[in-house]
C-alpha cells in the first residue's frame, strides 16, 4: 500500500484552510484499552503500575506494544480493590483498562479503571481442564449513566451523562442566555447522583443505565463523499439515535472519531449539512481571508477525523493510500427507573 501518513495529511490540510477551523478543536482523547498482563502489577509507594500488552489497535496503543500502565492516583485505590475481586494479578490475565491516555510525557499510558476480562487460571484453562478462554474482539465501551439532574443550579445541565470510568465529563448548559461547556468532576457526579436516586420515586426523575455497544459487522467503507452519505442514510435511516465513528487506516496506524448525532428526521438532509463547508474562523473567532482572492476561506463543517480536510481525505482513500470505514454504535439499555 502506497502510505499517506497522517501527519502528512494534516500538514496539507493546514496549508488549504490557513488553520482556520468551523469551530475550535478537541485536543482530549480517551479509550478503553484490552490487554495481555506481563508481569505481576507494581504497587511499590502507593502507585499501581501494570506491564502489559495491547492486544487490539487504538489511539494510544498497537497490537502487540508493550506499555507501563500506571493508574491515576486520585483512582488506584478503586483500581487495585476491582484487581483484586477479579483475580486478575496474575500474569497472562487479560484486563480491560478504562479511560485510558497516553501521557506524553512520560510515555506510559494513564488509567482511570481496571476490569479482569479473564483471570490468568482462566486463560490457561486447558491446564486445569477447563475450557480455553480468549478475546477475540471488544466492542462495549464502558457504561454509561444518565439521569436526571434533580437539584439544578445555574450552569448545570438538565440531565446528567456520565460515562463510569470517566473523573470529569463536559456538559452544555446555559449560562446568562448562552449556551456554555463547563467541567464537572466525580464529586460533584457524586453528589448529584445520590441526590437522583433519593428523589427516584418522583414520576419526573428518571435513571439510566446504558452499555453502549460498537457493531464492527455493520461497517460500510467510504471513497467519496458519495459514499459517505450513502453510508450515513443506511446506518441511520432506521436507527436515528445511533453514533457513527469515523476509522481509518494507513496499513500502519489507525485513528478515529465520533460524528456528532444526528439532528433532525431526514437523513439526506443531515447527512448533507455534516458534510458541507462553512465560513473558516481563526482561534479568536476572526474570518480568515484567503489572500489571493479576499474572500474568506471556507472548510468543513465537520471534519471527519480531526485536523484533515474532508476532501484530501477522500482523495487519499481513492488513492488506495487509506481505507475509511462508518461503524455504527447503539446504547443498549441496561436499566432504568
Not at 490487554?35 to 502489577?41: I, T
Not at 428518571?206 to 464492527?216: E, V
Request: glycine share 6%; with cysteine; charged share 20%.
Amino acid at each position: 500500500m502506497n502510505t499517506t501518513t497522517f501527519s502528512t495529511l494534516r500538514t496539507q490540510s493546514q496549508q488549504t484552510s490557513l488553520g482556520a477551523t468551523a469551530k475550535p478543536p478537541t485536543s482530549h482523547q480517551s479509550c478503553d484499552v484490552i490487554v495481555r498482563l506481563e508481569a505481576p502489577p507494581d504497587t511499590q509507594n502507593g502507585r499501581l503500575s501494570f506491564q502489559a500488552t495491547a492486544l487490539f489497535d487504538g489511539p494510544h496503543t498497537q497490537a502487540g506494544q508493550t506499555d507501563t500502565y500506571v493508574a491515576r492516583p486520585e483512582r488506584t485505590r478503586e483500581c487495585l480493590e476491582n484487581l483484586n475481586k477479579g483475580a486478575g494479578s496474575g500474569p497472562g490475565s487479560v484486563l480491560a483498562f478504562g479511560n485510558a491516555w497516553r501521557d506524553q510525557e512520560s510515555n506510559t499510558v494513564s488509567i482511570g479503571w481496571v476490569n479482569t476480562a479473564i483471570s490468568a487460571q482462566k486463560a490457561k484453562g486447558e491446564l486445569n481442564h477447563h475450557h480455553h478462554r480468549r478475546i477475540e474482539m471488544a466492542f462495549a465501551q464502558m457504561p454509561v449513566l444518565d439521569f436526571t439532574n434533580v437539584n439544578r443550579a445555574p450552569g448545570e445541565p438538565e440531565r446528567v451523562r456520565w460515562p463510569l470510568g470517566l473523573d470529569t465529563i463536559q456538559a452544555r448548559a446555559p449560562v446568562d442566555g448562552r449556551w456554555q461547556t463547563a467541567i464537572f468532576h466525580r464529586d460533584w457526579l457524586k453528589d448529584k447522583l445520590q441526590a437522583t436516586w433519593e428523589a427516584r420515586h418522583q414520576d419526573q426523575v428518571s435513571l439510566n443505565l446504558r452499555l453502549p455497544i460498537l457493531y464492527p459487522e455493520q461497517a460500510m467503507r467510504v471513497r467519496n463523499s458519495m459514499d459517505a452519505r450513502t453510508a450515513l442514510h443506511a446506518l441511520l435511516k432506521e436507527h436515528p439515535y445511533r453514533s457513527i465513528l469515523t476509522r481509518i487506516s494507513d496499513g500502519q496506524a489507525v485513528e478515529t472519531r465520533w460524528q456528532p448525532l444526528m439532528r433532525g428526521a431526514d437523513v439526506t438532509e443531515w447527512a448533507a449539512q455534516l458534510l458541507s463547508q462553512t465560513p473558516g474562523y481563526d482561534q479568536q473567532g476572526r474570518p480568515v481571508a484567503d489572500p489571493d482572492t479576499g474572500e474568506q476561506v471556507r472548510v468543513d463543517r465537520f471534519s471527519l477525523i480531526q485536523g484533515v480536510n474532508n476532501d484530501l481525505l477522500f482523495d487519499a482513500a481513492q488513492q488506495g493510500q487509506l481505507d475509511i470505514e462508518f461503524l455504527p454504535r447503539e446504547a443498549l439499555l441496561v436499566a432504568s427507573k
